[in-house]
C-alpha cells in the first residue's frame, strides 16, 4: 500500500470515528499502521484524544483507554517518533498474538509531595455497564500499580509506564499508574461503561467511556 493510500486513510479515520473492534483485519492494521507513521502531528493528536479522559479529581489526572487498534498505532507512532524502521504488519499479528484479546484502562494518579506512601495504594479499577439496575460491575483481569518517583512524561500517546528497581534514594512518590487489564470478550463493542476508580471500597471517581467513539 502506497503511502498516500496510507496518508488517505489516516485523514478518513481522523474525520470519524468507528466502534471498538476486538478483532483486526488486515485493513484495520494497515490503517493503524497509516496513523502512527503520518507525518501529520495533527491526524495522531486527533486520534488520540477520544481515549483519554480528563478527570481532575485528585489524586486521579486521567484515565487512558489502549485498545488492540490503539496499542498498533501507539507502536508505530513510538518507533516513528524514535526514528526507527517502520513496524511490519508481521510485527502488527505479534503484537496482538500476545495481547490482542485485552483493554488496557490507565488511571493517572498525582500525590501530594508530602505523602508518605511505601507504595501506590491498593486503588480499584472496574468498568461499570450502565443501563442495568443494578449496574453490572465488571472487574479487571489483572491489575497492576505502578509509583513515579521523577515527573511524568506527558503528550500523547501515554508509554506504558515500568516499574522502577528501588526508588531512588529519598525522593517522594510523586504519582503513579494503575493499570487494569480487561478481558475484550465479556465486553460490548458498541456499549458505553463507566470507569470506576476506588479505595477501600469507596469510589473516587468516575469516567464515562463510549466504545462506539474508539476503535
Not at 484495520?28 to 481515549?51: D, K, N
Not at 489524586?59 to 513496524?87: K, M, Y
Not at 508481521?90 to 500476545?98: F, G, V
Request: net charge positive; no cysteine; charged share 25%.
Amino acid at each position: 500500500m502506497t503511502h498516500t493510500v496510507f496518508l488517505f486513510l489516516a485523514l478518513s479515520l481522523a474525520a470519524g470515528a468507528s466502534a471498538l473492534q476486538p478483532g483486526l483485519d488486515r485493513l484495520a492494521i494497515e490503517e493503524a499502521l497509516a496513523i502512527g507513521q503520518s507525518r501529520i502531528e495533527a491526524v495522531r493528536t486527533r486520534f488520540h484524544q477520544p481515549y483519554r479522559i480528563r478527570v481532575n479529581r485528585p489524586p486521579v489526572d486521567f484515565i487512558d483507554i489502549v485498545t488492540p487498534f490503539r496499542r498498533i498505532e501507539i507502536e508505530a507512532e513510538s518507533r516513528a517518533r524514535a526514528g526507527n524502521r517502520s513496524l511490519s504488519q508481521r510485527e502488527a499479528l505479534a503484537i496482538l498474538d500476545t495481547a490482542g484479546g485485552d483493554l488496557d484502562v490507565f488511571v493517572e494518579f498525582t500525590f501530594h509531595p508530602l505523602n508518605t506512601y511505601i507504595g501506590v495504594p491498593d486503588y480499584e479499577v472496574s468498568l461499570m455497564m450502565g443501563g442495568r439496575t443494578p449496574a453490572l460491575e465488571i472487574p479487571p483481569r489483572t491489575i497492576q500499580r505502578i509509583p513515579r518517583y521523577g515527573r511524568r512524561l506527558e503528550g500523547l500517546p501515554l508509554p506504558y509506564p515500568v516499574a522502577p528497581a528501588v526508588p531512588r534514594g529519598s525522593e517522594p512518590m510523586l504519582g503513579g499508574t494503575v493499570l487494569a487489564k480487561f478481558d475484550l470478550k465479556g465486553l460490548d463493542p458498541n456499549g458505553v461503561y463507566d470507569v470506576a476508580v476506588k479505595e477501600a471500597g469507596k469510589e473516587m471517581a468516575r469516567a464515562r467511556i463510549d466504545f462506539r467513539a474508539l476503535r
